[in-house]
């Protein structure tokens, strides 16, 4: 199961950073690195838009993190049966 949570994970951020990126690109003309340095401000507050390429990262790793935890989330509450009834 836990090989299951991270593929789904893995699809579910990259399609998910790929419409954040498209999106706020299209609409303000954003570049992904500031949309991953907008992730990394969560954390690291404004130094996340001076911090450069490791801000970056650390946006991506934050923003796969919380797919991560999304994808489990939604494999365990589909293990309890109030939720299956539904």
């Known amino acids: 199961m836990l090989k299951i949570i991270l593929k789904t994970a893995l699809i579910a951020g990259s399609l998910d950073i790929t419409a954040a ?7 303000t003309g954003a570049t992904p690195d500031r949309i991953l340095a907008y ?16 801000m970056q990262i650390a946006g991506l790793l934050f923003h796969f993190i919380i797919a991560l935890a999304c994808a489990a989330c939604y494999f365990g509450l589909s293990k309890l049966d109030f939720c299956i009834k539904i």
Do not use: D, E, R
């Open 21 to 27: 990126c498209l999106q706020a690109y299209l609409k």
């Open 39 to 54: 992730i990394a401000s969560g954390v690291f507050g404004k130094k996340a838009f001076s911090g450069g390429f490791p």
